[in-house]
């Protein structure tokens, strides 16, 4: 039953009415006399008038994403701090020929630990969020954030540096639950994938500005460890003072039956865009919330997250978060330096840049961002997600056959050809890794969004914690063979992602819901025709 249709007493609940291309119904309204609408008519302007139009919005979603900068710097400088001569002399011990060296112990309990604390954060954040809204989640972020950087700063034992990077952990993982749901709820449908995604070149800032960072410290200053831990203040002070001007979901007021906040926080997102009928957008965001209860029946709970209809979203968001795990995302962004270190590259901290910013014959994260920012809402998102997961497993296995060419041996054409391919597998990936964001956001319904989202992530940091331990000691023990393994356990994910990832370019929520609700393959969501688009094109004709 699709949310425009609820009200047709001939249907059983549950019943889904099979809307035929063309056919017109004619448009309900309520007692009232608001229309029974769940598409804005803004979703007919372009990509670039939709920026235009809602620009307010897209600074509000630029200022959410500051906090990624912190993630990209905190993912970063957990690898690369480890080679650097002073944090060695501080945190490491001397073994048996007295040379110092980092308990390996420690170094994996530092890598696991930000996984543990996102798993920290996901017992509570739901319910959180729910009570006190989204902009309460990003200050309790702030506050997880700065209490790491002060341990990190002041930290003497290795102890005091687990507990910053557990802190770190934390604030981190609320960033990944909530920014994206955020967004969802505030952007308009034909800029929303983009926007979502836009919060990776934050991080990849945060990332390049690390590596930059190490790169100049340990040729000038060996010793000096502490002077990327001071800069980390500066982006946790810009989310404060961002953050302070960021109005609430509507979405969530409106979950609560709070109509006055949550027309307030329209006029604050949406003020000054003319034609904007904020009794009519309200309605919509009302009426798909209402009618996702309704088809559940009772209240929506952690349960429901694996009923029904909602089990296979919630699979679907949960496949593509496990999947940037199996397809390297361990020697991508924790472990780089390491494996071109391994790779027997002569500055592995240039190959680790080279990855993240510019390589002259190839392509790096920043420019997939960037690519998939512009491309998403205008090209969509399936076949791009899929192709690169393809070449994904492709790269991976490649990459490991260099092995033998004798990469990692001094062979100059077979080692150049290995960083022309981690650049290729590089940018595949961060595509990837980034559809995980976007549907997180897009797939659950509205009101399991931030329930799904934790859900789905524990799946990734429980990952996350296992190849923080085991991926050292697949690259000591196999060298870049170790691609092999990852190659194998992407080919499943693959296959199963050709299956059911959607696309969902400039669907509503109302329109994604009763997609599934209807089980339309995911292959033929882009050539489907839905009864909100039909309801909603006889209401702007009728209009006009």
Same mark, same amino acid.
């Given at each position: 039953?699709?949310?425009l249709?609820?009200?047709?007493?001939?249907?059983?609940?549950?019943?889904?009415?099979?809307?035929?291309?063309?056919?017109?119904?004619?448009?309900?309204?309520d007692?009232?006399?608001?229309?029974?609408?769940?598409?804005?008519?803004?979703?007919?302007?372009?990509?670039?008038? !939709?920026?235009?139009?809602?620009?307010?919005?897209? /600074?509000?979603?630029?200022?959410?994403?500051?906090g990624?900068?912190?993630?990209?710097?905190?993912?970063?400088?957990?690898?690369?701090?480890?080679?650097?001569?002073?944090?060695?002399?501080?945190?490491?011990? *001397?073994?048996?020929?007295?040379?110092?060296?980092?308990?390996?112990?420690?170094?994996?309990?530092?890598?696991?630990?930000?996984?543990?604390?996102?798993?920290?954060?996901?017992?509570?954040?739901?319910?959180?969020?729910? *009570?006190?809204?989204?902009?309460?989640?990003?200050?309790?972020?702030?506050l997880?954030?700065?209490?790491?950087?002060?341990?990190?700063?002041?930290a003497?034992?290795?102890?005091?540096?687990? /507990?910053?990077?557990?802190?770190?952990?934390?604030?981190?993982?609320?960033?990944?639950?909530?920014?994206?749901?955020?967004?969802?709820?505030?952007?308009?449908?034909?800029?929303?994938?983009?926007?979502?995604?836009?919060?990776?070149?934050?991080?990849?800032?945060?990332?390049?500005?690390?590596?930059?960072?190490?790169?100049?410290?340990?040729?000038?200053?060996?010793?000096?460890?502490?002077?990327?831990?001071?800069?980390?203040?500066?982006?946790?002070?810009?989310?404060?003072?961002?953050?302070?001007?960021?109005?609430?979901?509507?979405?969530?007021?409106?979950? *609560?039956?709070n109509?006055?906040?949550?027309?307030?926080?329209?006029?604050?997102?949406?003020?000054?865009?003319?034609?904007?009928?904020?009794?009519?957008?309200?309605?919509?965001?009302?009426?798909?919330?209402?009618?996702?209860?309704?088809?559940?029946?009772?209240?929506?709970?952690?349960?429901?997250?694996?009923?029904?209809?909602?089990?296979?979203?919630?699979?679907?968001?949960?496949l593509?978060?496990?999947?940037?795990?199996?397809?390297?995302?361990?020697?991508?962004?924790?472990?780089?330096?390491?494996f071109?270190?391994?790779?027997?590259?002569?500055?592995p901290?240039?190959?680790?840049?080279?990855?993240?910013?510019?390589?002259?014959?190839?392509c790096?994260? /920043?420019?997939?961002?960037?690519l998939?920012?512009? !491309?998403?809402?205008?090209?969509?998102?399936?076949?791009?997600?899929?192709?690169?997961?393809?070449? !994904?497993?492709?790269?991976?296995?490649?990459?490991?056959?260099?092995?033998?060419?004798?990469?990692?041996?001094?062979?100059?054409?077979?080692?150049?050809?290995?960083?022309?391919?981690?650049?290729?597998?590089?940018?595949?990936?961060?595509?990837?890794?980034?559809?995980?964001?976007?549907?997180?956001?897009e797939?659950?319904?509205?009101?399991?969004?931030?329930?799904?989202?934790?859900?789905?992530?524990?799946?990734?940091?429980?990952?996350?914690?296992?190849?923080?331990?085991?991926?050292? *000691?697949?690259?000591?023990?196999?060298?870049?063979?170790?691609?092999?393994?990852?190659?194998?356990?992407?080919?499943?994910?693959?296959i199963?992602?050709?299956?059911?990832?959607?696309? !969902?370019k400039?669907?509503?929520?109302?329109?994604i819901?009763e997609?599934?609700?209807?089980?339309?393959?995911?292959?033929?969501?882009?050539?489907?025709?839905?009864?909100?688009?039909?309801?909603?094109?006889?209401?702007?004709?009728?209009?006009?």
């Amino acid at each position: 039953m699709s949310l425009l249709d609820k009200d047709n007493q001939t249907q059983p609940k549950g019943a889904h009415l099979e809307v035929i291309p063309n056919e017109m119904s004619e448009p309900k309204h309520d007692d009232n006399g608001i229309v029974n609408v769940a598409k804005s008519k803004f979703d007919d302007l372009s990509v670039g008038q !939709t920026l235009w139009t809602f620009h307010r919005v897209v /600074l509000v979603s630029l200022a959410v994403y500051t906090g990624f900068v912190c993630e990209g710097f905190e993912l970063k400088i957990g690898n690369n701090i480890l080679a650097n001569k002073g944090f060695i002399k501080q945190f490491g011990t *001397r073994g048996g020929k007295g040379v110092e060296a980092l308990d390996p112990t420690w170094v994996s309990t530092w890598t696991s630990l930000l996984n543990v604390g996102q798993i920290i954060t996901f017992l509570y954040i739901p319910w959180y969020s729910d *009570r006190f809204g989204r902009k309460a989640c990003f200050y309790l972020s702030w506050l997880w954030l700065a209490v790491g950087c002060v341990f990190l700063n002041v930290a003497q034992t290795p102890s005091v540096w687990a /507990l910053g990077k557990l802190c770190n952990g934390a604030g981190v993982g609320i960033l990944q639950v909530t920014c994206q749901i955020y967004v969802m709820e505030i952007c308009p449908n034909k800029i929303r994938g983009g926007m979502i995604t836009f919060q990776a070149v934050w991080s990849n800032i945060g990332n390049i500005t690390c590596n930059v960072m190490m790169q100049e410290l340990n040729k000038r200053h060996p010793l000096n460890y502490t002077l990327p831990l001071r800069i980390l203040i500066a982006p946790v002070v810009l989310m404060m003072f961002f953050w302070a001007f960021v109005p609430e979901s509507p979405w969530h007021h409106t979950r *609560r039956g709070n109509k006055e906040k949550a027309m307030k926080s329209l006029r604050q997102l949406y003020g000054g865009v003319e034609g904007y009928d904020f009794e009519q957008e309200y309605d919509i965001i009302a009426k798909t919330i209402q009618h996702e209860k309704e088809f559940m029946e009772e209240e929506p709970g952690f349960l429901h997250v694996f009923k029904g209809v909602n089990l296979k979203r919630t699979l679907t968001v949960m496949l593509l978060s496990v999947c940037s795990q199996f397809g390297g995302l361990s020697v991508v962004l924790s472990y780089s330096t390491y494996f071109f270190d391994l790779a027997g590259l002569s500055d592995p901290f240039l190959g680790t840049l080279i990855l993240s910013m510019f390589p002259s014959p190839s392509c790096c994260n /920043l420019l997939a961002v960037f690519l998939w920012s512009m !491309t998403t809402d205008t090209f969509g998102r399936r076949n791009f997600i899929n192709v690169c997961e393809t070449a !994904t497993c492709c790269f991976l296995s490649i990459t490991g056959s260099l092995w033998w060419a004798g990469a990692t041996s001094g062979h100059v054409p077979a080692s150049n050809a290995l960083l022309v391919l981690c650049c290729l597998w590089s940018f595949m990936f961060q595509v990837v890794n980034m559809s995980y964001a976007v549907m997180s956001a897009e797939l659950p319904s509205a009101v399991l969004r931030v329930k799904t989202a934790p859900v789905t992530f524990f799946a990734q940091s429980i990952l996350g914690i296992s190849f923080g331990y085991a991926t050292p *000691r697949m690259l000591l023990a196999l060298n870049i063979k170790a691609c092999f393994i990852f190659g194998a356990l992407s080919v499943p994910c693959c296959i199963l992602m050709w299956l059911y990832v959607p696309e !969902t370019k400039g669907r509503s929520a109302a329109e994604i819901d009763e997609l599934y609700e209807r089980k339309i393959p995911a292959w033929k969501w882009s050539k489907t025709r839905t009864s909100v688009e039909d309801h909603s094109l006889a209401l702007f004709t009728e209009k006009e």
